[in-house]
């Protein structure tokens, strides 16, 4: 199975917050027209108005929370670890580590402990987000070379770029990508 640039499926940042938007207004609305409903019943508005108010939130915070990094497409969380690495922003990169893999969590909280003592030590030094124009190349299995398939369990995403790091390699269990390291 090759992955075409027809396939890959990336989610629209503006579509997101319009639809988080969205679910917070209907929220409203929903809540207004049965809170108008019960409105004569004292304690059972108050327990249906913290009801409502937790439902809202976490509403809010699901939507909000989605990474925006189609999983199913190694190239997708290749650009999102590249893009995570250039602003700096580990936490994230964190996210894109396989849940299941320990050993890279780890290792990935030691280099957010790092990065952020030296930038206690040194905020003069503390790197600022850069912009890297990296133009993807392929996606080949990272040992053979051959194509990906479903059954690939870890490949090499490939990038034209005037900076380093230019290689991503990501790791597949169940059908999801996750990143694994920068060559």
């Given at each position: 199975m090759t992955i075409d640039k027809a396939d890959r499926k990336k989610t629209n940042p503006l579509l997101s917050a319009l639809l988080y938007y969205f679910s917070i207004i209907f929220g409203y609305y929903i809540v207004k027209i049965i809170y108008l409903q019960i409105k004569h019943f004292k304690?059972?508005?108050k327990i249906f108005l913290s009801f409502a108010l937790c439902l809202i939130t976490t509403m809010g915070i699901l939507t909000s929370c989605s990474s925006g990094v189609n999983q199913k497409d190694p190239q997708s969380v290749a650009e999102a670890a590249l893009k995570c690495y250039d602003n700096g922003d580990y936490e994230r990169l964190k996210t894109l580590v396989n849940p299941n893999n320990t050993a890279k969590i780890e290792e990935m909280d030691r280099m957010?402990?790092?990065?952020?003592t030296f930038k206690e030590e040194?905020?003069?030094?503390?790197?600022?987000?850069?912009?890297v124009v990296r133009v993807f190349q392929d996606v080949l299995e990272e040992y053979t070379g051959r194509t990906v398939t479903p059954k690939t369990k870890s490949a090499c995403v490939r990038f034209d770029a005037d900076k380093s790091?230019?290689?991503?390699?990501?790791?597949?269990?169940?059908?999801?990508w996750y990143f694994d390291k920068f060559k």
């Open positions: 304690n059972m508005r957010i402990e790092l990065v952020k040194h905020p003069e030094k503390a790197s600022q987000s850069e912009t790091p230019s290689i991503v390699i990501v790791e597949q269990e169940n059908g999801m």
